[in-house]
């Protein structure tokens, strides 16, 4: 009887531990991963405005072809900013532990909630169109989009790029982004933005993972802009 029972508190233990080490082994490998990035950091004299800055530092990390940099801003004003420049082939996905580990670094230094905003750039590249298509699929469902093309050029209604705005929060197609924000205790929204590009539905370059919504013609859909803008909000 005392054996047995010492048994089952044996097999007991060794699911308790099996268990936590199930939280813990990826919790450390995440850590691990972050810390084999080398960000450099430096006063970025090259970059431009700084007529109104008090200081622009650089954070970049370049692996295999792939090169990330975040400006962290301050203004003769006070107000901080971030800049986000991004030469990488590799999904966002994969981009995440860099971007992670670069925000980490800033942080370190200045809060993240004291930015009030990101400069990004382009929402996808030729080799990731993840963030572009579903505000691709929103915009072919969009009453405004719909009549904005109906119409124009005669008559301007809503203005692309409040259309994008508005199709961009909706669908949180920057989720990935936003996810890695929440961990310094922040959430972010499309602002602004700049230069929307729009196409007809059979040349988009994911045409094919959209042939199933079913969508009758070849109409237009917006999918991506030249900038955009996140606000940084606590």
């Known amino acids: 009887m005392a054996l047995t029972t010492l048994l089952r508190s044996k097999d007991i233990l060794g699911i308790m531990i099996i268990a936590l080490l199930a939280v813990v ?3 450390l490998s995440e850590a ?7 960000v450099k950091t430096y006063l970025d004299r090259d970059s431009g405005g700084w007529a109104d800055k008090s ?8 692996r295999d072809g792939c090169k990330i ?8 004003s006070g107000n901080r900013w971030l800049a986000v420049r991004r030469v990488c082939g590799i999904p966002f996905s994969e981009q995440a532990p860099i971007h992670r ?3 980490n670094q800033i942080h370190t230094r200045w809060a993240i909630s004291t930015f009030k905003y990101i400069s990004w750039g382009s929402f996808c590249t030729k080799t990731d169109w993840s963030w572009c298509m579903p505000i691709a699929e929103a915009s072919l469902q969009s009453k405004d989009f719909i009549e904005h093309c109906n119409k124009y050029p005669r008559t301007e209604t809503v203005s692309t790029n409040h259309i994008f705005i508005k199709l961009a929060n909706q669908t949180n197609s920057y ?6 924000l ?5 959430t972010i929204k499309v602002k602004t933005v700049q ?25 237009r859909l917006m999918y991506d802009v030249g900038e955009a803008y996140f606000s940084i909000n606590k």
């Open 25 to 27: 082994v990826p919790v």
């Open 69 to 76: 940099q975040w400006n962290a801003v301050e203004e003769k």
């Open 55 to 62: 200081s622009d530092y650089a954070f970049l990390v370049e």
């Open 195 to 219: 230069k929307v590009f729009s196409m007809r539905l059979k040349e988009a370059p994911f045409y094919n993972q959209l042939k199933g919504l079913n969508v009758g013609g070849n109409p």
């Open 101 to 103: 580990a670069i925000l």
């Open 175 to 180: 989720k990935e982004l936003s996810d890695i």
């Open 182 to 186: 929440k961990e310094f205790g922040v």
């Open 32 to 38: 691990r991963a972050e810390n084999d990035f080398d």
